[in-house]
T-cell receptor, first 113, second 113 residues
Framework: GAVVSQHPSRVICKSGTSVKIECRSL??????MFWYRQFPKQSLMLMATSNEGSKATYEQGVEKDKFLINHASLTLSTLTVTSAHPEDSSFYIC?????????FGQGTRLTVV | QQQVKQSPQSLIVQKGGISIINCAYE??????FPWYQQFPGKGPALLIA?????SEKKEGRFTISFNKSAKQFSLHIMDSQPGDSATYFCAASMDTGRRALTFGSGTRLQVQP
């Protein structure tokens, strides 16, 4: 099946700093990428949808100035958590779709200390 | 709000038994119903998916049953194995999977040896 690579898998950062997470589709062109957030023992919640070359669409309650999404090419989307705080600690997961179903990255465990 | 309701929250099954997880949806515009398996610290992996023109789909030990009139679908895991112990999420989407997924709340399955 198609492969979506997410990097890094784990990151620890200090409060107030910014963290960038990359999501790459390795063997297909992703017209749309999605970013989800998952708290421990909970389900995945959609944060935003990004299409290549256009601004991301954020879900209600997600701060677009805090969670910056860039989808510069058909194979790469990035999520930058700006001025991170401990409450931003979570598991962030990207997914990418081409012409059919979505494929998920391995996820990034963000811990803000 | 688009919702997908999943039950049970947790499930314990003996090795060799059948695991059954149920989901119900509200939005009749959904046309793609996948099931994902997630291990701790990993992204979700697609197990099997169904579209509403089919009432059942089987792949190996995994079967989806779909009831369009009741707006319900379920996952059956035959001959459950300890390696199947994971969290399972049902999901639903529009545009045959090219839109964002709406996830159920998840079922933590434990298969006892």
């Amino acid at each position: 099946g198609a492969v979506v690579s997410q990097h890094p898998s784990r990151v620890i950062c200090k409060s107030g700093t910014s963290v960038k997470i990359e999501c790459r589709s390795l063997d297909f062109q992703a017209t749309t990428m999605f970013w989800y957030r998952q708290f421990p023992k909970q389900s995945l919640m959609l944060m935003a949808t990004s299409n290549e070359g256009s601004k991301a669409t954020y879900e209600q309650g997600v701060e677009k100035d805090k969670f910056l999404i860039n989808h510069a090419s058909l194979t790469l989307s990035t999520l930058t958590v700006t001025s991170a705080h401990p409450e931003d600690s979570s598991f962030y997961i990207c997914s990418a779709t081409g012409s059919t179903e979505a494929f998920f990255g391995q996820g990034t465990r963000l811990t803000v200390v | 709000q688009q919702q997908v309701k999943q039950s049970p929250q947790s499930l314990i099954v003996q090795k060799g038994g059948i695991s059954i997880i149920n989901c119900a949806y509200e939005n009749t515009a959904f046309d793609y119903f996948p099931w994902y398996q997630q291990f701790p610290g990993k992204g979700p992996a697609l197990l099997i998916a169904i579209r509403p023109d089919v009432s059942e789909k089987k792949e190996g030990r995994f079967t989806i049953s779909f009831n369009k009139s009741a707006k319900q679908f379920s996952l059956h895991i035959m001959d459950s194995q300890p390696g199947d112990s994971a969290t399972y999420f049902c999901a639903a989407s529009m545009d045959t999977g090219r839109r964002a997924l709406t996830f159920g709340s998840g079922t933590r399955l434990q298969v006892q040896p």
